[in-house]
């Protein structure tokens, strides 16, 4: 956080000095008035340049309200922490609240007190590019911080226009289904259906049936006529998650419903028609899968009319940190002052590689949430990196938008990215190979391998045990020293 000036209204001398010095110790500048008249004074002087105001609402022979109100008066954006002793009403909070003041309780912590700033300024920050100024974020929850998601969302105005099928290419967790959501929230069908099948969820025969519905007596315990996801998306958007993962027989009926809109439950002879949007999401390489007859060629061709690949959280690193602010305000307990994010959990949460990525952090977060000790989460990462690396020698494609085979904007890769599999298993393979050389070098002193490898003893032990690897019979051993020889 980068030098503030900031006002207090504060009348206890002790609490002034407090504030100053740990203020003045992160290096902003405070400035204090005793009581409400001097609000409009100091705000005045300052003239746009105050950052934020912290005011106590139990001033004795002031209404607490009103110092708010005052401070709205003077500026509209500025942001306000209320200091909340017992003595404050409830009616007195919400009505300060309203006023768009946050709330710290008293007695507070000095780690209490930056976290609170820290917060309420960046809720005062634009974290999201969204259509209606008035909205905090967009519906889906599409975040477009970085360059390449602008390019994707400006592309997704112009895909959102048609009724051409989707595939949205990308690892696990980097948000293909929040892209497809907004597909659907910008298209004429926003106040249709949205509903998203994972195809590898089921087995086929399960699949077949939540897809297409059946009819009573179609198979043992099917008791009613029941409609599939098509009939439930009708008028709207279906999503077909991972559908690398379907099996080849169901692509068949599947093409079907693409090119003539139709099908049949299991057990009918009835046709079914619909008016449904497809979009599939896979991370899998689907050309890969053709060539390896996993997947239709003639079914990727129908649904590959717009591709678009969105980068891993690894290659979109300028929007880690504005997520997991996001997140700690979608999953703090309401009344209790969030956790603030250090600069060494900032450094710690931007330099970890994220294999998991979004949905990653999001659970880092939320344990963040339980346990509000940024040495544990900063230790966890560290952890994580030290078994799992994900390497890479530069960007792995920009999304470039050219004309498919219908005319339509598709995001085309520069070159396939390594399996998120594939990166875990080269690294855990030249990890374990690394630790058992320094170990053959040092005739298997422990304390001598984690010092060639210069990582911590403790953590040398945790991969070896992790890696499972054990001396052979073949193995020099560490030399012991005998009491004669000492």
Sequence with gaps: MSAKTMLLVEDQLEICNYVELALRFEGH??????DAGDIGRVMRNLNGKLSLVLVD????????LETVREIRRNSATVPIIAFSGGETTAATQEAARKAGAAFLPKPFTHEQLLGAIHNAMHAHTPLL???????AEPASGLFCINERMRRI???LKQIAL????????????????VVAREIHLLSARRNK???KINCVALPSELLESELFGYERGAFTGALKNTPGKFEAADGGVILLDEIGDMDVKLQAKLLHVLQDNE???LGSRETVRVDVRVLAATHCNLEQAIAERRFREDLYYRLNVVTIRIPPLRERRDEII????????RHAVPGVPPPYITPALERALIAHMWPGNIRELENVIRRYLVFPDPKLIIAELEEQAGAITVEQDGPLGEPVYVAGPAGQAVCSDAGRAPSLDEFRNAQRRQERQAIIDALNEAQWNRVRAAALLNIDYRKLLYKIRRHGIAPTRATPQPKRRTAAAS
């Design 322 to 329: 504005p997520l997991a602010r996001y997140f700690i305000r």
């Design 153 to 155: 969302r400006d592309a």
């Design 29 to 34: 500048d405070l400035v204090v008035a005793r």
């Design 57 to 64: 609402l139990a001033l004795p022979g002031l209404d607490g």
């Design 193 to 195: 259906p949205f509903v």
């Design 129 to 135: 590019q969204v259509e209606d100024p008035g909205t």
């Design 162 to 177: 048609s009724d051409v099928p989707v595939v949205l290419r990308g690892e696990s967790g980097v948000g293909k289904e």
């Design 263 to 265: 099908f049949q439950r």
